[in-house]
C-alpha cells in the first residue's frame, strides 16, 4: 500500500520538474504476459504521457492500479530528471568548448605547437629542388 507521504513526495517531486496535472494523459489498458486469465480481465497497466516532451512510461509492475500509477509516476520522474541532466551537460560543454575557443593558449602548448610547425617546414624544405638545378 502506497501511503500518504509517498504520494506527496512524488507530487513535489514532479512539481520542482515543472509537470503539472495538465501536462500528463494517463490510460490504463490491459496487461501483457504471463499472469493468466486474471491479467486478461483487468485494466491494471497504467500508461502516463508527458505531452510537452512526449515521453511515455509503461507499468505493470504490480497488480495494484494505485501501485502502477505511483511507479509510472517515478518512473516518468526519473526519465525527466535524466533528459534535464543530459540537456544541462550538453550546455556546460557547449560553454566550456566556446571558452576554450576564446582564451588565450598558454605557453607550452603554443611552443609546442611553433616546433611542429618548424619540423613541417623542414620536411617540406627537404622536397624542394636544389638551388642549382632549376
Known sequence: ???RESIRQILMRLGRLGVGREDLEEA???GRGA???KINKTSSTVRLRHV???IEVLCQEQRSLAQNRYEARVLLCEKLE???KRQRQ???AAASKARAQQGKRTAGVKRQMVQGKRRRSEVKAGRRAPRGEE
Do not use: K, S
Open 1 to 3: 500500500m502506497i501511503g
Open 90 to 92: 550538453g550546455e556546460r
Open 82 to 84: 535524466a533528459r534535464q
Open 35 to 37: 499472469g493468466g486469465q
Open 28 to 30: 490504463f489498458v490491459r
Open 52 to 54: 510537452p516532451t512526449g
